[in-house]
C-alpha cells in the first residue's frame, strides 16, 4: 500500500460537477493506492502514519492538531513507466481487492477520532487543493 500525503490549506473531490468530498481548513490529502497483496496489517499501518506523520505546522501530526484528512484512491500509485511511453497498472490491486481496503483506511482514520472527507471510488475525479508549504510526502507500507 502507498500513500501520497500532501499538507494542504483545503481540498476537495468532484464527481460530475457535485462536491462529493471536501475539507475547507488545514489538514491532509491522502492519495491511497493498493497493491494485490495488502491487508489488514497495511491498512493499519497506512492509516497510524498518515494520523501521526508529524508535518503540521511546528511539527505536529493530525492527531495532535484534530486536523481533517481527505483521502481519495489512486491506482495510479502502481503504474509502471519504466518501459516505454505507456505506463502498465499490473502492481495496482483490482476494484473488488483495493476498494474495501481504501475503505478500511478511511475506517482507521475515523477510529482515531478524524474528521476524514473522501472522494468516490473508482470515478473520474476532479481533486482540487492547495498544498501548504508545498508539503508532499511518499507513505508505503
Do not use: C
Not at 460537477?17 to 475547507?24: D, F, L, P, R
Not at 502514519?49 to 484528512?69: F, H, N, Q, T, Y
Request: charged share 25%.
Amino acid at each position: 500500500m502507498k500513500a501520497v500525503v500532501q499538507r494542504v490549506t483545503r481540498a476537495s473531490v468532484t464527481v460530475d460537477g457535485e462536491v462529493v468530498g471536501q475539507i475547507t481548513r488545514p489538514g491532509l490529502l491522502a492519495l491511497v493506492g493498493v497493491t494485490h497483496d495488502d491487508g489488514a496489517a497495511q491498512v493499519e499501518q497506512i492509516a497510524r502514519k498518515i494520523a501521526e506523520l508529524r508535518i503540521l505546522r511546528d511539527e505536529r501530526s493530525a492527531m495532535d492538531e484534530g486536523a481533517p484528512v481527505l483521502v481519495v484512491s489512486q491506482f495510479t500509485l502502481y503504474g509502471d513507466a519504466r518501459k516505454g511511453r505507456r505506463p502498465t497498472w499490473n502492481a495496482a490491486a483490482p476494484g473488488p481487492v483495493a476498494e474495501p481496503l481504501v475503505d478500511a483506511v478511511v475506517g482507521a482514520l475515523r477510529e482515531r477520532g478524524l474528521e476524514v472527507a473522501t472522494g468516490r471510488f473508482g470515478a473520474m475525479m476532479a481533486v482540487e487543493s492547495v498544498n501548504d508549504g508545498p508539503f508532499t510526502i511518499l507513505l508505503e507500507a
